[in-house]
């Protein structure tokens, strides 16, 4: 099973940026699907992006669409976060998770989609 490390949490104002890495250990496959998740305080989670590492096909919440984007860089076996316009509402443990499937356009943000995930990472906007 791929073991995820995310980093790149923290704290910022309202309209900042931040981006967040979620890199894969030597088993990362290339054909699969990595995704971003997010779960604020008394929220259930729920998915913020994915990504079809094989190709260029990319998923967003629509709370995130136009603010964040999430990338690739199979050489070093990592997926990005890029979390720019923030909001308060935007903060939250990220989580990356990750499938030996492609990604599903009607389920890429459903949880059981995922059979790996990393241990998150905290994002805390203030306004």
């Known amino acids: 099973q791929v073991h995820l490390v995310e980093s790149g949490g923290g704290s910022v104002q309202a309209g900042g940026s931040l981006r967040l890495s979620c890199k894969a250990d030597?088993?990362?496959?290339?054909?699969?699907?990595m995704a971003w998740f997010r779960q604020a305080p008394g929220k259930e989670r729920e998915g913020v992006a994915a990504?079809?590492?094989?190709?260029?096909?990319?998923y967003y919440a629509d709370s995130v669409k136009g603010r964040f984007a999430i990338t690739q860089d199979n050489a070093e076996n990592t997926v990005y976060l890029h979390m720019n316009s923030l909001k308060p509402e935007d903060s939250a443990m990220y989580y990356c998770?990750?499938?030996?499937?492609?990604?599903?356009?009607?389920?890429?943000?459903?949880?059981?989609?995922?059979?790996?995930w990393g241990q998150g990472t905290q994002v805390s906007v203030s306004s």
């Open positions: 990504i079809y590492t094989a190709g260029t096909l990319t």
């Open positions: 030597e088993y990362f496959l290339s054909t699969n699907c």
């Open positions: 998770a990750a499938s030996s499937f492609r990604c599903r356009p009607g389920a890429w943000y459903e949880e059981h989609e995922y059979t790996a």
